[in-house]
């Protein structure tokens, strides 16, 4: 019963347009109330906790990363090194975009900024050289769901603080996803653009590839940083953010990039940001309280056994559920409400928690590249200047091979967790 009344007023406020913090509150409050026991000073101090987290301090830091690497002019290095590798086959910007994305990934952990730092760049560039727009836009926006799996990923720091998983063994576990995702993005790209008629770049000697690395070898060294700092147990993802963010303020400054005056809209960005996303973290807090005292968690782990005790069979049901849910609402919401849900449910069946997170951080991530909701694709619109429709004609070959991805590590779930027990245990 209380299932049924936690998603009718959620989505009920959430159709009528109220805003998902806001609505995630009041879902919360009339749980709460139906229960007999709402008490305004419970909720004030979960709403306080939901902020007062130090795993919660790696994101602002990691946003403030990714905005000092777009200001500083980094982000055109990166680009500059992979057009020199690549640039020059078949459909070579595609696959600039595809390298460089993967190296963003290991930068920002935001999918919608590696999106904008990248289209800004790429797309003008592949259109002038004769491809298709639609085409070339929804490869970007596809490359910049990596870095919702690649370290530090965001979405996988929020999954780690709601559900109390490890955000190291997070990290750890999205490399190899990633990378996957990224092979993948090559084959598909392969396949779209080998008959595309369209320019190549000049081919770039080894003198110029050893100069274009040279300039980028700084910013190419953060994700390194980053994944041996954690995995040796230099510093804690939190403090890792803030090695990021100190890290690329420096280089930033050595390239004579980024002036001290653009520090300020820097940091009123990167607050905005943050404040929405702890807003919402907030309110997770209270509604994860309130889920679990009215055992949500447990009425819907009841629900699911009836049907089958196949952790496998199981695992492919929530995915499928998820993947709905994924094209009508935004990531970090779904994560914040799925995530304490169904992280007693998958315990029950024996599955690890941190292998469920990775999988589901991807499930929801092609809901970003997925209409009619799909924040990425409308950021890869606003920069191209196409419409929603014509993007959405150009993402489906991408859509169809993340799809596959998701369910070829839903059957063989030891494509990750081997690697995981190897990174982080190991």
């Not at 990531?331 to 941190?354: H, N, R, S, W």
Request: charged letters at 10%; hydrophobic letters at 60%; aromatic letters at 8%.
């Amino acid at each position: 019963m209380m299932v049924v009344v936690f998603l009718a007023v959620l989505f009920s406020l959430m159709l009528i347009g109220m805003p998902i913090a806001f609505a995630m509150l009041s879902s919360a409050v009339v749980m709460m109330w139906t229960q007999d026991m709402f008490n305004v000073t419970t909720l004030a101090e979960h709403f306080i906790t939901g902020a007062n987290s130090f795993a919660l301090m790696a994101i602002p830091f990691f946003i403030l990363t990714g905005e000092i690497m777009n200001a500083g002019g980094v982000s055109k290095r990166i680009v500059d090194f992979a057009s020199s590798l690549v640039g020059h086959v078949k459909g070579g910007l595609g696959y600039v975009a595809i390298v460089a994305g993967v190296i963003f990934a290991g930068l920002s952990g935001s999918a919608v900024a590696d999106t904008a730092a990248l289209g800004s760049i790429l797309i003008p560039m592949m259109v002038a050289q004769g491809y298709e727009k639609k085409r070339s836009t929804a490869l970007v926006a596809s490359v910049g769901i990596v870095g919702t799996v690649i370290p530090p990923s965001i979405p996988l720091i929020l999954y780690g603080v709601v559900g109390g998983v490890s955000i190291t063994g997070l990290f750890m576990g999205g490399i190899v996803p990633g990378v996957i995702m990224a092979i993948g993005m090559t084959f598909t790209w392969w396949l779209v653009a080998r008959k595309a008629d369209t320019k190549r770049l000049e081919r770039a000697n080894w003198q110029a590839r050893l100069h274009s690395f040279k300039r980028a070898f700084w910013a190419l060294l953060l994700p390194l940083i980053i994944i041996v700092g954690l995995r040796g147990g230099v510093f804690t993802p939190t403090e890792a953010g803030v090695v990021a963010a100190v890290y690329a303020l420096l280089i930033s400054l050595c390239y004579r990039e980024i002036r001290l005056t653009q520090l300020f809209d820097v940091l009123t960005n990167t607050a905005k940001t943050t404040a929405i996303v702890m807003l919402i973290a907030s309110a997770a807090i209270v509604t994860a309280y309130a889920i679990t005292v009215a055992q949500v968690p447990a009425q819907i782990a009841a629900g699911l056994t009836s049907i089958t005790d196949s952790p496998t069979l199981m695992l492919l049901i929530i995915m499928v559920i998820l993947l709905l849910f994924g094209c009508v609402m935004d990531m970090t919401p779904a994560v914040l409400i799925f995530a304490p849900v169904l992280i007693p449910v998958v315990e029950q069946l024996g599955i690890d928690p941190i292998y469920f997170g990775v999988v589901m951080i991807i499930n929801l991530s092609i809901g970003l590249i997925t209409p009619p909701v799909g924040t990425v694709l409308y950021v890869g619109c606003s920069i191209s200047r196409i419409s929603i429709i014509d993007i959405s004609r150009g993402i489906w070959p991408m859509l169809l091979m993340y799809v596959a991805i998701l369910f070829a590590l839903i059957l063989f779930p030891e494509i990750v967790t081997y690697p995981l027990s190897i990174l982080h245990n190991g």
